[in-house]
T-cell receptor, first 114, second 110 residues
């Protein structure tokens, strides 16, 4: 079946601009996660949705970052007033609602802020 | 912060077993050991997980010491396609975020 998909695969923007990154999880997966990965580092947790609600947003670095999942499937990560330090690969993962559920990752969106 | 420590890098000859160690001396009784890997330019991929018993699946085996303070991921016959960064993660059950360290960069050499 289809895996997690993310669009766009690459996004280049200018400092100060607004960007939206999209994640389509595996159908039926109630849990959805966003991570950010800088060069040479492991992925870093940003936010976790259970259904439509953000169950844990403790990883969001500041209030320029916001994410939504209005219908409990597709999620959008929104970054306002982008900064060069926001450049990274943004990864999305989804999992079923079971106790030991593995997370399935998408290919990521590479964001470059010039 | 990650609760695991792993070697930065390892090499393995193609066709041989790759044994990747992980220390998790502060693991709690309700935490599982998970392994993921990340091939270049791809998202992480789940490999295997366990609580206290050894586990095996089609990809790998996971050996957890009796005191649960360390574990070893074994790829029985490494191929060039197994070249990746391997992450060892401890995590409670349920839907919780993964906390990644820097992992071990495994290079499989022909």
């Amino acid at each position: 079946g289809a895996g997690v998909s993310q669009t766009p695969s690459n996004k280049v923007t200018e400092k100060g601009k607004y960007v939206e990154l999209r994640c389509d999880p595996i159908s039926g997966h109630t849990a959805l996660y966003w991570y950010r990965q800088s060069l040479g580092q492991g992925p870093e947790f940003l936010i976790y949705f259970q259904g439509t609600g953000a169950a844990d947003d403790s990883g969001l670095p500041n209030d320029r970052f916001f994410a939504v999942r209005p219908e409990g499937s597709v999620s959008t990560l929104k970054i306002q007033r982008t900064e060069r330090g926001d450049s990274a690969v943004y990864l999305c993962a989804s999992s079923a609602d079971t106790s030991e559920a593995e997370q399935f990752f998408g290919p990521g969106t590479r964001l470059t802020v010039l | 912060d990650a609760k695991t420590t792993q070697p930065t890098s390892m090499d393995c000859a193609e066709g041989r077993a790759a044994n990747l160690p992980c220390n998790h001396s502060t693991i709690s009784g309700n935490e599982y050991v998970y392994w993921y890997r990340q091939i270049h330019s791809q998202g992480p991929q789940y490999i295997i997980h366990g609580l206290k018993n050894n586990e095996t699946n089609e990809m790998a085996s996971l050996i957890i010491t009796e005191d649960r303070k360390s574990s070893t991921l074994i790829l029985p016959h490494a191929t060039l396609r197994d070249t990746a960064v391997y992450y060892c993660i401890v995590r409670v059950s349920g839907n919780t975020p993964l906390v990644f360290g820097k992992g071990t960069r495994l290079s499989v050499i022909a």
